[in-house]
């Protein structure tokens, strides 16, 4: 069954500035809800612009002043309720900060879904409670709903495929879905701009965001620098060797922290042949390069998990999945095995190609999220 919403039951919508959120405000309020807006502001879109290398330029990102100007006029425009509620401290903290360590480890973190887990549903449905809201509705292409058999909430793809954002929400715990309303779930995207426009909102053809918050242009080294930087830490030395599979010293690096695994661009060696990252060594911080091929891996292990459509896999147990890899991977077969502990390994029926440590890895039964985590 889908949740039940009373009409005279107050929702909390997560109003990020954008013409999903922003939707979804106005079809709740329209329908009879009472609604009041949140807007969580995370990073202060000014604070690296222009130094060391960072533009100044601040476009186009999710999150920024001009985000929260569109969502109070929407606010007011549809009559309700908005408050913009400063996470910033507890951004930097489990956010930033864990995204730096990540790449400073060689290894590729994915900020959207440590938001989601960390900040955008844990702390909102905590200032929807302060305020008098039981549930937040958010304009996230996603499902929700409760299985009576199993007694659990199920997210699942959303009618729209191609704004899936399940991959970024593995991480919801069941009280989490339990207080969640993905309204968008079985919209597509033209018919939510069509909505928009209805509802005579000005942002009905504004742009989706692309780029990470905080790093403009998605230039992750000079956003390292810059932070470190301004944190008054040296930049570690994390240069090193560039080798070949077999071990053989081909070149040289400034910092692991410039690769992730599958890079061909900006390598800095010719070769006869095209060079890809295929592994990257944070202990002796060597880069291993190689051919296309080299890339490919049959498995995976992923860890500090989080189980939605079941309650766990025992050690010993195996279950048949398909399992993305990234937000653009088509998921691929492969037999789940439960290892102990907090520890899962992926068996794929077909080699994968650059499996990374740092990203997520999220297992679906068709459309429903079994569960995700994180790829060591």
């Given at each position: 069954m889908r949740m039940a919403v009373e009409t005279n039951s107050t929702i909390a919508v997560a109003m990020s500035g954008g013409v999903d959120s922003s939707a979804v405000a106005a079809m709740l309020r329209a329908e009879?809800?009472?609604?009041?807006?949140?807007?969580?502001?995370?990073?202060?879109?000014r604070r690296l612009a222009g130094h060391e290398g960072?533009?100044?330029?601040?476009?186009?990102?999710?999150?920024?002043?001009?985000?929260?100007?569109?969502?109070r006029a929407v606010a007011e425009q549809i009559g309700i309720p908005y408050y913009v509620v400063n996470q910033q401290e507890r951004f930097e903290a489990d956010v930033v900060r864990p995204f730096v360590d990540e790449y400073l480890a060689g290894r590729t973190p994915i900020p959207c879904t440590l938001c989601n887990n960390h900040l955008k549903f844990d702390q909102l449905l905590l200032t929807a409670r302060q305020i008098g809201a039981e549930r937040i509705a958010t304009g996230h292409y996603a499902r929700n709903r409760y299985d009576e058999a199993r007694k659990r909430w199920i997210l699942s793809r959303p009618e729209d495929k191609s704004k899936d954002q399940t991959y970024f929400l593995f991480g919801l715990t069941q009280e989490q879905l339990s207080r969640t309303l993905f309204p968008l779930g079985e919209m597509v995207k033209p018919q939510v701009r069509q909505r928009a426009a209805d509802a005579g909102l000005a942002l009905a053809q504004k742009p989706d965001s692309q780029e990470i918050?905080?790093?403009?242009?998605?230039?992750?080294?000079?956003?390292?620098?810059?932070?470190?930087?301004?944190?008054?830490?040296?930049?570690?030395?994390?240069s090193g060797d560039l080798v070949t599979?077999?071990?053989?010293?081909?070149?040289?690096?400034?910092?692991?922290?410039?690769?992730?695994?599958?890079?061909?661009?900006?390598?800095?060696?010719?070769?006869?042949?095209?060079?890809?990252?295929?592994?990257?060594?944070?202990?002796?911080?060597q880069v291993t390069v190689g051919a296309d091929e080299g890339l490919m891996s049959r498995d995976l292990t992923a860890n500090r998990?989080?189980?939605?459509?079941?309650?766990?896999?025992?050690?010993?147990?195996?279950l048949r999945v398909t399992a993305k890899i990234r937000h653009r991977h088509t998921p691929a077969a492969a037999t789940l095995t439960g290892t102990g502990g907090d520890l899962v390994h992926a068996?794929?029926?077909?080699?994968?190609?650059?499996?990374?440590?740092?990203?997520?890895?999220?297992?679906?039964?068709?459309?429903?999220?079994?569960?995700?985590?994180?790829?060591?």
């Open positions: 009879g809800h009472p609604v009041v807006g949140l807007t969580l502001q995370l990073w202060n879109q960072m533009p100044e330029a601040v476009q186009g990102r999710c999150c920024s002043i001009d985000d929260v100007y569109d969502a918050c905080f790093i403009p242009n998605g230039d992750y080294s000079a956003f390292l620098k810059a932070y470190l930087d301004e944190q008054g830490e040296e930049m570690p030395d994390l599979p077999a071990g053989e010293v081909i070149g040289h690096h400034q910092g692991i922290h410039s690769f992730t695994v599958g890079q061909r661009k900006g390598i800095g060696i010719s070769a006869p042949n095209p060079l890809y990252v295929l592994a990257i060594h944070p202990d002796s911080h998990l989080n189980w939605i459509s079941i309650a766990g896999l025992g050690e010993g147990e195996e068996q794929f029926d077909e080699p994968q190609r650059a499996i990374t440590p740092g990203q997520s890895a999220v297992f679906y039964q068709d459309d429903e999220v079994v569960g995700g985590g994180w790829i060591v």
